[in-house]
């Protein structure tokens, strides 16, 4: 292990994305190493991404985002990385912007950055639905932690090891980590900070984590996990 | 209560206890799920031979019919049941991920057992 940062993209079915993705990372940041997580996946996914020069952990089932995300923490653990970053293999998010999240976290102090979609125009659509979601997860969040996020649900972050170590243990919540995560370590006193990032809309609405189909269980497990996080002893 | 129903009850439940420990005898269904299942077959027997104690139950909880009574307890049975099928498919599902996710960091680090490492190092 040459670098101390590592990159993880979990994927399902994303073999259109992921050479593409890998090459852009590679050219940008080349002594970054990039895990990626196949999460199942029917299609070549794993063996474009190994071919691209990523180390591919593969799940033998499909068991979510969030599991994918964990495994990766748990590979960077395993591997002694001090620094991590997720990006989203379905090209939502621009690699270029990884530098930028790296940089928050290994020169500021800071545990978790979060690269934010609102906090700087760009060409990023999504549905009414998901913005009021995303707003109503806002507002408990200041309620609950008195942290002021804009972009809660961001799945483009940057952590260093303080914050890996929460994450591979038995608190995270693995079914959709995204706001009660941030609750999480705000109540445990980690340092969270959001940068401004370029995120382009996901053009074939695949991606593993927005299923619509899941998106009225996603809305109540999360208020219901945020409260309970905000209940919980740690 | 007539006798044509008492006979109907305790073969019913001797049923449910032979079926129940036959299903453990050969390994299909562990000990610890077994207990509920025949706590209701006892239940019911001791139901069905002292009748008292059913019209004493179904005055206690408000209910007019020994019947009700019969199918309230059967639901509060049932939630149960439920309840603790919730509680291991939740460990269950943990238990999963982990070792998806152990398999997963093994094979990543062992590449000859999962040929997972990276083809082109540039």
């Known amino acids: 292990m040459a670098s101390d940062t590592l990159v993880i993209i979990p994927a399902y079915n994303e073999e259109r994305n992921i050479s593409d993705l890998i090459h852009s990372i590679k050219q940008l940041y080349p002594s970054i190493d990039i895990a990626v997580i196949d999460d199942g996946s029917s299609d ?13 952990l593969s799940h033998r089932f499909n068991m979510g985002y969030g599991v994918s995300l964990q495994t990766g923490y748990k590979y960077a653990v395993a591997k002694d990385y001090q620094c991590l970053v997720q990006i989203d293999g379905d090209g939502q998010h621009d690699p270029a912007d990884i530098g930028a999240l790296l940089a928050v976290v290994k020169d500021n102090g800071t545990d978790l950055v979060l690269g ?17 979601g995303i707003h ?4 408990i969040l200041k309620l609950l932690s008195g942290q002021e996020i804009k972009d809660v649900t961001t799945g483009f972050q940057a952590m260093n090891r303080k914050v890996l170590d929460v994450f591979v243990s038995d608190v995270f919540p693995y079914d959709y980590p995204d706001a009660d995560v941030i609750l999480l370590l705000s109540g445990l006193g980690y340092r969270i900070k959001e940068v401004p990032v370029l995120m382009h809309p996901n053009e074939e609405g695949k991606s593993m984590h927005r299923n619509p189909l899941n998106a009225l269980y996603y809305i109540f497990k999360m208020i219901l996990s945020m409260f309970l996080t905000k209940m919980r002893k740690y | 209560m007539p006798l044509r129903q008492q006979i109907v009850a305790v073969a019913i439940a001797i049923s449910i206890f032979i079926i129940i420990l036959e299903l453990v005898r ?54 149960l049941v439920c309840i603790q099928f919730s509680i291991k498919i939740s460990k269950l599902t943990d238990h999963v991920k982990d070792l998806t996710q152990e398999v997963a960091i093994l094979k990543a680090a062992n590449p000859s057992a999962g040929n997972s490492g990276p083809s082109d190092k540039g």
């Not at chain 1, 109503?136 to 507002?139: D, I, L, M, P």
């Not at chain 2, 562990?30 to 239940?43: A, D, I, M, V």
């Not at chain 2, 139901?47 to 639901?75: C, D, M, N, Q, R």
Request: charged share 15%; hydrophobic share 55%; proline share 1%.
């Open chain 1, 116 to 132: 934010s979609r609102f906090l700087q125009q760009n060409d990023y659509r999504t549905s009414i639905f998901r913005l009021i």
């Open chain 2, 26 to 79: 050969k390994r299909k269904l562990r000990e610890e799920y077994s207990w509920l299942w025949l706590l209701t077959g006892t239940c019911l027997i001791v139901l069905t031979v002292w009748y008292e104690l059913l019209l004493k139950i179904t005055h206690l909880i408000g209910a007019v019919l020994p019947t009700s009574a019969l199918f309230f307890f059967a639901i509060i049975f049932l939630m």
């Open chain 1, 44 to 56: 070549a996914t794993a063996r474009l991404a190994q071919g691209a020069g990523a180390w591919v």
């Open chain 1, 136 to 139: 109503v997860f806002r507002v």
